[in-house]
């Protein structure tokens, strides 16, 4: 099986989890457009968990043991609350 084949039928899900990850990693993008583009986009994701805050898509992630599942994860909260405290406001990291 190929990796087209085997990732054809993944799509994107906006997780807390994620953005916190991307979050980390924006400061290793050296190019201040690009940079700037992803903390945009973090940005207005922070603001949608804001106006609806369990508005978090329950999903299995094959490299992380955490048994995500039909509900909110206490990691998915601490994620959200960590973007609505510092990413919303421009806080940064």
Same mark, same amino acid.
């Given at each position: 099986?190929? +990796?087209?084949? /085997?990732? *054809?039928?993944?799509? &994107?899900? #906006? @997780?807390?989890? !994620?953005?916190? #990850?991307?979050?980390?990693? @924006? *400061?290793?993008?050296?190019?201040?457009?690009?940079?700037?583009?992803? +903390? @945009? /986009?973090?940005?207005?994701? *922070?603001? @949608?968990?804001?106006?609806?805050?369990?508005?978090?898509?329950? $999903?299995?992630? /094959?490299?992380? &043991?955490? &048994? $995500?599942?039909?509900?909110?994860? &206490?990691?998915?909260? !601490?994620?959200?609350? #960590?973007?609505?405290?510092?990413? /919303?406001?421009?806080?940064?990291?």
């Amino acid at each position: 099986m190929g +990796t087209d084949k /085997r990732t *054809s039928r993944d799509k &994107p899900v #906006h @997780s807390p989890l !994620v953005a916190c #990850h991307v979050a980390v990693l @924006s *400061s290793k993008v050296d190019d201040p457009a690009k940079r700037a583009a992803i +903390t @945009s /986009r973090l940005t207005n994701y *922070s603001k @949608s968990l804001d106006e609806n805050p369990m508005d978090i898509p329950a $999903f299995q992630m /094959r490299d992380v &043991p955490i &048994p $995500f599942g039909a509900d909110l994860t &206490p990691i998915e909260a !601490v994620c959200a609350s #960590h973007l609505l405290a510092n990413l /919303r406001t421009g806080g940064g990291q």
